[in-house]
């Protein structure tokens, strides 16, 4: 059973989508002392138009209004750039494909959110999270929320015991198109938002040419599995495993009409390798090595132990074999697993329960670094 609690002060991160006004909408029937917090974690151009702050702020300004909620702006800009931005930066610069949304949750969301939640008074903190959790004898439990194709527990990975027990995802029982419904009813003015995607500093804007004013690079060449020069490439450190668009290699002679992928890129050379047709060959895995793996109870399961896993969000969870130590885990899959990529979450999973994750490092993919089985 999902937690239940008496009247409280709860603030409510109000980010000016629908999800997060109808948390609020849920708190204040449930009978809480509600406030609203609208955090603002980037910095950009006034005149911007790929990043939505501001028309955020104000959505979010009158989802409070019509709720009748108290309102607060928080900051977070030199936080997320110190302790999110810098990172996701450094992960590119060193070939790795980084996830800022999992660092954003755990640095700003359930921590610096969390710090200014409590100076203004508030007993808890709620987002619009599709996760629940769960109070048992042994702790507390970070589930899957019910409606599968929203579950978000995957980004949640690096929250434990402490942020689970000061934390309200009043979504967590319910599907996105009661959300919906549940908007239209009350009348929010983000009842037909479109949900957002990607990060707000990226917004709707090539991610390439935003992330070259930050990490410029130099072209370099595309070379296929054997060696034999196909292309040029803007900078590998912008392209990740099993990615297909951008290479720009349609009509190589002598080859067929199939797509290439990336199945392997030495950043230090410069140089990315592609493979033609499923390159299943060369970019399946059913090995991989993780580093800085995080519990969600504060430890590990067991030194080895059986559970689901997903190496991508909205993947469906596979069967493996995890051993742990106190660095990293190395994880066996039942089944080949296409292109893990370096600087990606691991998360596993017990059936609902989110146990935690780690970070991609390495896997036994052609070029991922592992060596081969036995």
């Known amino acids: 059973m999902t937690r239940s609690h008496p009247e409280m002060r709860i603030a409510v991160g109000l980010s000016g989508g629908v999800d997060s006004?109808?948390?609020?909408?849920?708190?204040?029937?449930?009978?809480?002392?509600?406030?609203?917090?609208?955090?603002?974690?980037?910095?950009?151009?006034?005149?911007?138009?790929?990043?939505?702050?501001?028309?955020?702020?104000?959505?979010?300004?009158?989802?409070?209004?019509?709720l009748g909620?108290?309102?607060?702006?928080?900051?977070?800009?030199a936080e997320y750039l110190r302790d999110v931005f810098r990172h996701f930066l450094d992960e590119y610069a060193h070939g790795r494909t980084p996830n800022p949304d999992v660092l954003c949750n755990r640095e700003i969301k359930f921590k610096a959110f969390l710090e200014a939640a409590l100076a203004l008074g508030a007993e808890r903190i709620a987002t619009g999270h599709y996760?629940?959790?769960?109070?048992?004898?042994?702790?507390l439990q970070l589930l899957r929320g019910v409606d599968e194709g929203k579950d978000q527990s995957y980004f949640l990975?690096?929250?434990?015991?402490?942020?689970?027990?000061?934390?309200?995802?009043?979504?967590?029982?319910?599907?996105?198109?009661?959300?919906?419904?549940?908007?239209?009813r009350h009348d929010l003015p983000t009842?037909?938002?479109?949900?957002s995607t990607g990060i707000c500093f990226i917004g709707e804007r090539d991610f390439r040419s935003f992330l070259a004013q930050y990490l410029p690079t130099q072209p370099g060449p595309i070379v296929d599995t054997r060696g034999h020069r196909l292309g040029e490439h803007p900078g590998a450190l912008y392209f990740t495993l099993g990615q297909r668009e951008g290479l720009g290699l349609g009509g190589v002679a002598g080859a067929d009409s199939g797509a290439w992928y990336v199945v392997g890129k030495d950043v230090a050379a410069n140089t990315l390798i592609v493979a033609q047709?499923?390159?299943?060959?060369?970019?399946?895995?059913?090995?991989?090595?993780?580093?800085?793996?995080?519990w969600v109870a504060g430890r590990a399961p067991a030194a080895s132990f059986r559970c689901l896993a997903?190496?991508?969000?909205r993947q469906q969870a596979q069967p493996c074999t995890v051993d742990v130590d106190t660095a990293r885990c190395r994880v066996r899959f039942d089944a080949p697993q296409r292109a893990p990529a370096p600087g990606q979450a691991i998360v596993f999973y017990d059936g609902a329960i989110c146990l935690g994750g780690a970070t991609i490092e390495t896997s036994d993919a052609a070029y991922g670094g592992l060596a081969a089985a036995p």
């Open 21 to 66: 006004s109808v948390a609020a909408l849920l708190l204040q029937q449930a009978g809480h002392d509600v406030e609203c917090v609208f955090m603002r974690n980037w910095r950009g151009d006034d005149d911007d138009p790929h990043c939505r702050a501001e028309a955020d702020r104000r959505d979010a300004v009158a989802v409070a209004g019509r």
């Open 69 to 77: 909620l108290r309102f607060h702006v928080r900051d977070f800009s």
């Open 131 to 139: 996760a629940r959790v769960r109070e048992t004898d042994a702790g």
């Open 157 to 184: 990975h690096l929250l434990g015991q402490t942020e689970l027990a000061r934390t309200l995802f009043p979504l967590g029982e319910h599907r996105k198109s009661e959300v919906r419904a549940l908007a239209r």
């Open 191 to 195: 009842q037909a938002k479109k949900d």
């Open 277 to 294: 047709g499923d390159a299943g060959r060369w970019l399946d895995a059913r090995r991989l090595q993780a580093a800085g793996p995080h």
């Open 310 to 313: 997903q190496i991508r969000y």
